[in-house]
């Protein structure tokens, strides 16, 4: 079998990894008896399927750039926003398998851990596919970075931004929280807030607020800036 290597995705590896995929999670399906554990299927299909629409996506557009056309940065965007749907979707899968007590899943996968670390080594996959990426894009574009807000029921976990030991990816720290900062908008944990605080008086409050580690490191006229368009994209 002829494979294709681009720039971003390796078509061997991908190829391998989700047909492992698909097949461990149709096996899964199958033998699911109880509805979380179906739940936890339906979502491992969600990712695979996003994941799927991201690398045809990303095609079309190698495709058009070696016909000489100029994809924008939207349209490479676009190929992010899925892939990080996708990686929520497998986060979604880990969260509702150990919300699953063992008996609840199929004999052949009682192991209730490994299908946890399994979806989150898919999740770490896609980072790696977006890292590179984004490597890619710098060279030709100059990038502003959003963070996303989490999706409902999503709010109480922290996205302050942690790297993993022994490598150069990046990941949420995800660990409970009720407070976010009042710069970025993240929703953080007591671990990552900084010392300093910034003054503000409008419709999110009136007084000092804590900021996280990230922001607290911006001088104070561009935490105003980061604020606003935070507030303005928001409203």
Same mark, same amino acid.
């Given at each position: 079998m002829t494979t294709k290597k681009t720039a971003a995705f390796d078509q061997q590896q991908m190829t391998s990894a989700m047909g492992k995929a698909r097949y461990l999670w149709t096996t899964f399906a199958r033998r699911a008896t109880s509805a979380l554990a179906l739940? $936890?299927?339906? %979502?491992?299909?969600?990712?695979?399927?996003? #994941?799927?629409?991201? &690398?045809?996506? &990303?095609?079309?557009? %190698? *495709? %058009? #750039? #070696?016909?000489?056309?100029?994809?924008?940065?939207?349209?490479?965007?676009?190929?992010?926003i899925v892939l990080s749907r996708a990686g929520e979707n497998w986060y979604r899968a880990a969260k509702t398998l150990q919300a699953s007590s063992e008996e609840t899943l199929p004999t052949a996968f009682a192991n209730r851990e490994a299908l946890v670390t399994t979806c989150l080594e898919q999740r770490l996959r896609l980072v790696e596919v977006c890292t590179h990426l984004l490597k890619l894009l710098q060279?030709? *574009?100059?990038?502003?970075?959003?963070?996303?807000?989490?999706?409902?029921? &999503?709010?109480?976990?922290?996205?302050?931004?942690? +790297?993993?030991?022994?490598?150069?990816?990046?990941?949420?720290?995800?660990?409970?929280? #009720?407070? *976010?900062?009042?710069?970025?908008? +993240?929703?953080?944990?007591? $671990? *990552?807030?900084?010392?300093?605080?910034? &003054?503000v008086q409008d419709r999110e409050g009136k007084g000092d607020f804590t900021l996280c580690w990230k922001s607290a490191q911006l001088p104070r006229e561009e935490l105003e800036i980061v604020r606003q368009l935070r507030l303005s994209l928001n409203s």
């Open positions: 739940a $936890a299927a339906a %979502q491992a299909f969600g990712a695979l399927a996003r #994941e799927m629409d991201a &690398y045809d996506a &990303y095609l079309l557009l %190698q *495709h %058009q #750039e #070696e016909e000489g056309e100029t994809p924008t940065i939207c349209a490479y965007e676009e190929v992010l060279k030709k *574009h100059k990038i502003l970075l959003l963070v996303e807000s989490q999706l409902p029921g &999503y709010e109480d976990d922290c996205m302050y931004l942690v +790297r993993i030991p022994n490598s150069g990816y990046l990941v949420c720290c995800n660990a409970a929280t #009720e407070e *976010h900062c009042i710069a970025c908008g +993240r929703p953080t944990c007591p $671990a *990552h807030f900084s010392a300093r605080t910034l &003054y």
